[in-house]
């Protein structure tokens, strides 16, 4: 008896992030080749309501795209569908839009939907599984904070960021004497400043895992300076918590916290406690941009072909993961319960101690 071609949506939702492109093109040509039919639905969830917006993707509309930045679909972190709200907090998406959604789903004849997205993408993506609609999850985050998977696409692409800019600002340090201050990425995690300063050859590393104090990042500045090493780089996470400090943030309109300025506030203090000469440099979502590594873009691909490899065995409910070298499966559930973060004793934390790099702890 011949299979009846199936119909399956796939839609990336959440910050944009190098090697989406990548996931989708995976998908379509793994359906393409069991004869399925792949709708991409335009800016996230959002394209979900009625009357539905969205493209069909073929192989021929997604070849050469894999190299490429962003995504094709569109993405967006807001809306009607917004299911995580703050740091640990979640919120139940109205009833009405789910049913909505339902029966734009319903009226094209998708039979599952893959959701690329990061925590709040996968919450959202949970909510619909436990209400009825068949979904399938693959994890996207620069901050490889998501539980349940050994890292995600985009985070190398991130790193690789922070190691470029760490390699240009070593020469105008070096060439002043001066002190470089360089705030990434990750939100509550620390893992693109950790692994994007060993990388660029940072000298002190700041991390929300591990408070610093001011005192000791200017020891560590200073030192140098005694050793004759008279340029320093420093990296600071976004989420770095100072010892008995509060986190830098400012709340938006939607209660999720925004986070920043902690590189400012680093660089004042080395300043004023050194008397060297410091400047900040903040790469924002520069470390979103551009084209995904090679690691990346192979990591996406294998992604996308698992979410169907995963709708064709009908284990729905399912976030790709990917452990031990292998592209595996967990429930989304098991994702989205807590993040992953860094821990302090880690054999990586020991590794960049054992390096001469300071904590500031």
């Given at each position: 008896?011949?299979?009846?071609?199936?119909?399956?949506?796939?839609?990336?939702?959440?910050?944009?992030?190098?090697g989406l492109n990548a996931v989708l093109r995976g998908v379509v040509r793994a359906a393409t080749n069991r004869n399925w039919k792949v709708f991409g639905f335009v800016d996230g969830f959002e394209g979900l309501l009625?009357?539905?917006?969205?493209?069909?993707?073929?192989?021929?509309?997604?070849?050469?795209?894999?190299?490429?930045?962003?995504?094709?679909?569109?993405?967006?972190?807001?809306?009607?569908?917004?299911a995580k709200v703050g740091e640990g907090s979640k919120a139940e998406i109205p009833k009405e839009i789910i049913e909505q959604a339902r029966e734009t789903l319903r009226r094209l004849q998708i039979d599952a939907v893959i959701a690329i997205g990061g925590d709040g993408s996968l919450t959202t993506a949970q909510q619909l599984?436990?209400?009825?609609?068949?979904?399938?999850?693959?994890?996207?985050?620069?901050?490889?904070d998501l539980e349940a998977t050994a890292t995600t696409f985009g985070f190398d692409s991130a790193v690789a960021c922070v190691a470029d800019a760490l390699d240009r600002l070593h020469t105008t340090a070096s060439s002043h004497k001066r002190a470089m201050v360089i705030e990434v990425m990750g939100r509550h995690a620390g893992w693109i400043a950790l692994y994007g300063g060993l990388a660029g050859g940072a000298d002190i590393i700041l991390?929300?895992?591990?408070?610093?104090d001011h005192e000791?990042?200017?020891?560590?500045?200073?030192?140098?300076?005694a050793d004759g090493c008279l340029s320093t780089l420093i990296v600071v996470a976004e989420g770095a918590r100072e010892i008995e400090g509060h986190l830098r943030a400012r709340t938006v309109s939607s209660g999720e916290v925004k986070l920043g300025g902690i590189g400012e506030i680093v660089a004042h203090e080395i300043a004023q406690r050194t008397g060297k000469e410091t400047r900040t440099c903040v790469l924002g979502h520069?470390?979103?941009?551009?084209?995904?590594?090679t690691l990346d873009r192979i990591l996406g691909t294998r992604f996308g072909v698992k979410a169907v490899e995963l709708i064709a065995e009908g284990k729905f409910g399912e976030m790709v993961s990917y452990q031990?070298?292998?592209?595996?499966?967990?429930?989304?559930?098991?994702?989205?319960?807590?993040?992953?973060?860094?821990?302090?004793?880690?054999?990586?934390?020991?590794?960049?101690?054992?390096?001469?790099?300071?904590?500031?702890?």
């Open positions: 008896m011949t299979e009846i071609p199936k119909r399956i949506g796939v839609l990336t939702s959440g910050g944009d992030c190098p009625p009357p539905g917006d969205f493209i069909p993707l073929t192989t021929a509309r997604t070849a050469g795209i894999m190299h490429l930045g962003g995504t094709i679909l569109g993405t967006t972190n807001r809306g009607h569908f917004v599984w436990e209400s009825g609609i068949p979904m399938i999850g693959v994890p996207k985050t620069i901050d490889n991390i929300p895992e591990i408070p610093f000791r990042v200017a020891n560590a500045v200073k030192k140098r300076d520069l470390q979103r941009g551009g084209a995904p590594t031990n070298y292998h592209v595996l499966s967990v429930p989304i559930a098991d994702a989205v319960h807590r993040i992953k973060l860094v821990q302090p004793d880690s054999q990586m934390v020991r590794t960049c101690r054992d390096v001469g790099i300071s904590f500031g702890d």
